[in-house]
């Protein structure tokens, strides 16, 4: 599986972005996907996990009620609609792909369940 990010940008606080990860491959879809952030000398942190059919999602809790994670199997893509931006969530956003038949649970709990990384798209929030 391959995947490539897109959407990243320079929002101003308060304001919102859409950032989505394509796949390439058969297995996309029974595999739990998420996005995760790394900002400037911070290490690489969970942002949010869905599971294989899209019912489970889980979020780390500086993002909930603000960003929402959604995936369509038809068109292999992850998306995370990031709203009320705020300066702390500016970082390199990494989309990633857990093995197969992984759960949502096990792609927030342990970064070693990741297969596959997207390349990282640049979201910068200015105050």
């Known amino acids: 599986v391959q995947l490539q990010a897109s959407g990243g940008g320079l929002v101003q606080a308060g304001g919102s972005l859409r950032l989505s990860c394509a796949a390439s491959?058969?297995?996309?879809?029974?595999?739990?996907v998420g996005w995760f952030r790394q900002a400037p000398g911070k290490e690489r942190e969970f942002v949010a996990s869905?599971?294989?059919?899209?019912?489970?999602?889980i979020y780390t809790d500086s993002v909930k009620g603000r960003f929402t994670i959604s995936r369509d199997n038809a068109k292999d893509t992850v998306s995370l609609q990031m709203n009320s931006l705020k300066p702390d969530d500016t970082a390199v956003y990494y989309c990633?792909?857990?093995?197969?038949?992984?759960?949502?649970?096990?792609?927030?709990?342990?970064?070693?369940?990741?297969?596959?990384w997207g390349q990282g798209t640049q979201v910068t929030v200015s105050s």
């Open positions: 990633a792909a857990a093995g197969v038949l992984s759960t949502a649970q096990s792609l927030a709990q342990d970064m070693g369940a990741i297969d596959y």
């Open positions: 491959g058969h297995t996309f879809i029974v595999r739990a």
């Open positions: 869905i599971g294989v059919n899209g019912d489970t999602t």
